[in-house]
């Protein structure tokens, strides 16, 4: 089964749960034009006040084409976002254990937007202990003959995606909040992370 998937930041878990399935040969697409307001260029985490949105700013040149994509240099976006996940999640259980590989996400040189999130998946996937393998497509199709997943995850609609309830590091304050970043379900599971995504349910 051959699945396309938007290259994301630092996904959520029911792209993990796509990516993942043992019996998927994966395409990213980068040929895409830019469609604003998505996990492209975002990523949602636990914060003390709830659900935090963390954006990564684009560097507005013209291009519309997602692999040309560039994030700006001028703010210091990598250094603010990882302050706040250090911030989120140093009270968590598994935090402390991976808190230099998930630093490294964030010292990487690179204004491609892409390169940017494919190495943040290689240092996760290492996280998580699983190689999955994934290529690239050479061009843009309307109607791919691959499953199409470029617009089934929104960042604006909850999840469809069935997932068994875990502990955050401030849910006694909030409640739980379903469908976060890999890093939430990397820092409050730990090495139970791969499993619980082998667990999820897909559409």
């Known amino acids: 089964m051959q699945i396309l998937l938007p290259i994301f930041y630092l996904p959520p878990i029911s792209w993990f749960?796509?990516?993942l399935q043992d019996d998927a040969e994966i395409i990213f697409e980068q040929y895409e034009n830019f469609p604003k307001q998505t996990y492209r260029n975002r990523t949602n985490i636990y914060g003390a006040n709830g659900k935090l949105s963390l954006i990564i700013p684009m560097n507005h040149n013209g291009t519309r084409l997602l692999k040309e994509i560039q994030t700006s240099t001028r703010e210091k976006w990598q250094h603010?976002?990882?302050?706040s996940i250090k911030t989120a999640y140093q009270t968590s259980p598994y935090f402390e254990y991976y808190?230099?590989?998930?630093?490294k996400i964030f010292s990487f040189k690179?204004?491609?937007l892409v390169e940017f999130n494919l190495n943040a998946l290689k240092i996760v996937q290492k996280l998580l202990k699983t190689e999955k393998a994934y290529s690239l497509n050479n061009e843009y199709f309307k109607e791919p003959e691959y499953l199409n997943y470029r617009d089934q995850l929104s960042a604006k609609t909850e999840t469809n995606f069935q997932m068994v309830e875990y502990y955050q590091s401030f849910s006694d304050k909030f409640g739980y909040l379903k469908d976060l970043s890999i890093i939430d379900l990397l820092c409050n599971k730990g090495p139970e992370a791969l499993t619980y995504i082998k667990n999820v349910k897909t559409k």
């Not at 808190?99 to 630093?103: A, G, I, Q, T, V």
Request: negative net charge.
């Open 99 to 103: 808190e230099d590989k998930l630093e």
């Open 80 to 83: 603010i976002h990882w302050k």
């Open 110 to 112: 690179t204004a491609s």
């Open 17 to 19: 749960a796509v990516f």
